[in-house]
């Protein structure tokens, strides 16, 4: 149990186009679903947390209107890298969390490259 | 800053050796994770430990959770060149299922 899935694993591009990221909870349904991002040889650095029905919380330094969250359902969470710019190439992590555990479960990530 | 930090950054051992790596954290948690992720690819599962927990084992893999001095170690027993990877541990601080992560350790293993 606790397989989160995320699509696509991985993505090219062009700037100034937008990217939809998805995030499903396959076998429980995921009352809070986080997104990270990590640059080559760096860590995972949480971007927002998301609840399901209502605006996700974002981390400081993080651009609400350049990253939409949307989590309309408790098995689906996206990220849409809105006017992708070269600099948003990087890996997306997303991982969900079932309300009666404590613990998040992580997708496989998606790369993204943005030429 | 980082919640976890891994000691040590990086690491190169020979095939059939074991291998240590240690996770640093700076307050009090629910839970602590172990995660391996392989160059350019997504993470992968390894442990969970409960603050409540000392000890647990799966496989070659042994975990130690010290909450009195914050910090927890991975041991991979007879190590394999499949075992070279990045591992990361990941603390929840709350029962919010929030995770931060420690900066890794790069494990190399020779064959």
């Known amino acids: ?115 | 800053s980082q919640q976890g930090e891994e000691d040590p950054q990086a690491l190169s051992i020979q095939e059939g050796e074991n291998a240590t790596m240690n996770c640093s954290y700076k307050t009090s948690i629910n839970n602590l994770q172990w995660y391996r992720q392989n160059s350019g690819r997504g993470l992968v599962h390894l442990i969970l430990i409960r603050s409540n927990e000392r000890e647990k084992h799966s496989g070659r893999l042994r975990v130690t959770l010290d909450t009195s001095k914050k910090s927890s170690s991975l041991l991979i027993t007879a190590s394999r060149a499949a075992d070279t990877a990045s591992y990361f541990c990941a603390t929840g601080i709350s029962n919010a299922g929030k995770s931060t992560f420690g900066d890794g350790t790069t494990l190399t293993v020779k064959p």
């Open chain 1, 1 to 115: 149990g606790a397989v989160v899935s995320q699509h696509p694993s991985w993505v090219i591009c062009k700037s100034g186009t937008s990217v939809k990221i998805e995030c499903r909870s396959l076998d429980f349904q995921a009352t809070t679903m986080f997104w990270y991002r990590q640059f080559p040889k760096q860590s995972l650095m949480l971007m927002a947390t998301s609840n399901e029905g209502s605006k996700a919380t974002y981390e400081q330094g993080v651009e609400k209107d350049k990253f939409l969250i949307n989590h309309a359902s408790l098995t689906l969470s996206t990220l849409t890298v809105t006017s992708a710019h070269p600099e948003d190439s990087s890996f997306y992590i997303c991982s969900a969390r079932d309300g009666g555990r404590p613990e998040a479960f992580f997708g496989q990530g998606t790369r993204l490259t943005v030429v």
